[in-house]
């Protein structure tokens, strides 16, 4: 049973649906557990047959290639985004009375599906594209999507001297983010520090750095991978 979704059951029933008044409190309990274990059980099945959807999908838009370790756990993490998003809201939230969600529950509410949407986002083309036109045209988030460019071994090496005590799914997403940089002319750490009379090279180094780091720790935090 999946503690977030009983979580969510029992803030639902107990401040918007509302739990029958001669229930106990160890019978309330015992309803939110059964009601998680049925949902959490709704969406590992729903989550399956969606996320070979998903895979499927980026097979075709890859011309049959198979995706790589972390692309496969985006995926995966979209597919089940998806399936919470649709069994939450057909076997719970449609329970609760019209008028009844207050403003800090549905901007919630609202942020949760805006999360939904940014995950597909990346692992989805924009209709009637391919990798190849969302490259073209320069896409300055598609290093975090199923149409980024392969990195070259330099720019591998290049990450591995920058970060060297990094882990792997960090200097992964960072390899993409900086061959996409590159090919956009956008500024790059560099792999050699400047010398100390070198002010303003010194300074773009480390601003460069500093931004790539802040890109990549959120689609880590995204993807909810670790960070370190």
Request: aromatic letters at 8%; hydrophobic letters at 35%.
């Given at each position: 049973?999946?503690?977030?979704?009983?979580?969510?059951?029992?803030?639902?029933?107990?401040?918007?649906?509302?739990?029958?008044?001669?229930?106990?409190?160890?019978?309330?309990?015992?309803?939110?557990?059964?009601?998680?274990?049925?949902?959490?059980?709704?969406?590992?099945?729903?989550?399956?047959?969606?996320?070979?959807?998903?895979?499927?999908?980026?097979?075709?838009?890859?011309?049959?290639?198979?995706?790589?370790?972390?692309?496969?756990?985006?995926?995966?993490?979209?597919?089940?985004a998806q399936a919470e998003e649709i069994v939450l809201s057909q076997e719970l939230y449609e329970q609760v009375p019209e008028g009844d969600l207050t403003a800090q529950e549905q901007a919630a509410q609202e942020e949760w599906e805006a999360e939904v949407r940014e995950r597909e986002r990346y692992f989805r083309l924009?209709?009637?594209?391919?990798?190849?036109?969302?490259?073209?045209?320069?896409?300055?988030?598609?290093?975090?999507?199923?149409?980024?460019?392969?990195?070259?071994?330099?720019?591998?090496?290049?990450?591995?001297?920058?970060?060297?005590?990094?882990?792997?799914?960090?200097?992964?997403?960072?390899?993409?983010?900086?061959?996409?940089?590159?090919?956009?002319?956008?500024?790059?750490?560099?792999?050699?520090?400047?010398?100390?009379?070198?002010?303003?090279?010194?300074?773009?180094?480390?601003?460069?750095?500093?931004?790539?780091?802040?890109?990549?720790?959120?689609?880590?935090?995204?993807?909810?991978?670790?960070?370190?």
């Amino acid at each position: 049973m999946n503690e977030a979704i009983q979580q969510i059951v029992e803030r639902v029933w107990v401040n918007q649906i509302g739990v029958p008044p001669e229930w106990s409190d160890q019978e309330a309990a015992e309803f939110f557990q059964t009601e998680a274990d049925r949902l959490s059980e709704m969406i590992g099945q729903l989550q399956i047959e969606t996320q070979h959807a998903v895979i499927r999908e980026w097979r075709a838009a890859h011309h049959g290639a198979e995706p790589d370790y972390l692309t496969q756990v985006g995926l995966i993490n979209t597919a089940r985004a998806q399936a919470e998003e649709i069994v939450l809201s057909q076997e719970l939230y449609e329970q609760v009375p019209e008028g009844d969600l207050t403003a800090q529950e549905q901007a919630a509410q609202e942020e949760w599906e805006a999360e939904v949407r940014e995950r597909e986002r990346y692992f989805r083309l924009p209709e009637g594209e391919d990798p190849e036109s969302v490259r073209r045209r320069r896409d300055p988030d598609r290093w975090r999507g199923v149409w980024r460019t392969a990195a070259s071994e330099e720019t591998e090496e290049a990450v591995k001297t920058v970060w060297p005590e990094n882990n792997a799914a960090f200097r992964f997403w960072m390899v993409l983010l900086w061959q996409s940089r590159i090919e956009d002319g956008k500024p790059v750490p560099a792999t050699t520090p400047p010398p100390a009379t070198q002010l303003r090279a010194r300074r773009a180094s480390k601003q460069a750095r500093e931004e790539m780091e802040q890109l990549v720790l959120a689609e880590l935090h995204r993807q909810r991978l670790p960070a370190r």
